[in-house]
């Protein structure tokens, strides 16, 4: 079984910066494609930056720039380090990976940015 655990979500201002960090247990971050995902108040869940097995990276368009997605294989973790925060970044960010065609994510942290 596969199980993502993350943590580092807060409450800051605008021009802010917080780690998330997502702790993966049933799977090895980099031999996988590890995500995340942001589910604004009152939209639907939207991929925000993903890093694939080769460390390949993508982002969507509004955190290019001021995100940074990175994986650590010693301690099994992939991580969203994000700069210059918005208050529409504010959500709750979901840790993701796919395995035996089944989608697997985590419990979300709350992220609050405030103008």
């Known amino acids: 079984q596969v199980r993502l655990v993350e943590s580092g979500g807060g409450a800051v201002q605008a021009g802010g910066s917080l780690r998330l960090s997502c702790v993966a247990s049933g799977t090895i971050v980099s031999q996988s494609t590890m995500a995340w995902y942001l589910r604004a108040p009152g939209k639907e869940r939207e991929l925000v930056a993903a890093?694939?097995?080769?460390?390949?990276?993508n982002y969507t368009d509004s955190v290019k720039g001021r995100f940074t997605i990175s994986r650590d294989h010693a301690r099994n973790t992939v991580s969203l380090q994000m700069n210059s925060l918005k208050p529409e970044d504010t959500g709750v960010y979901y840790c993701?990976?796919?395995?035996?065609?089944?989608?697997?994510w985590g419990q979300g942290t709350q992220v609050t940015v405030s103008s």
């Open positions: 890093i694939g097995r080769g460390g390949d990276t």
């Open positions: 993701n990976t796919q395995r035996w065609g089944r989608n697997f």
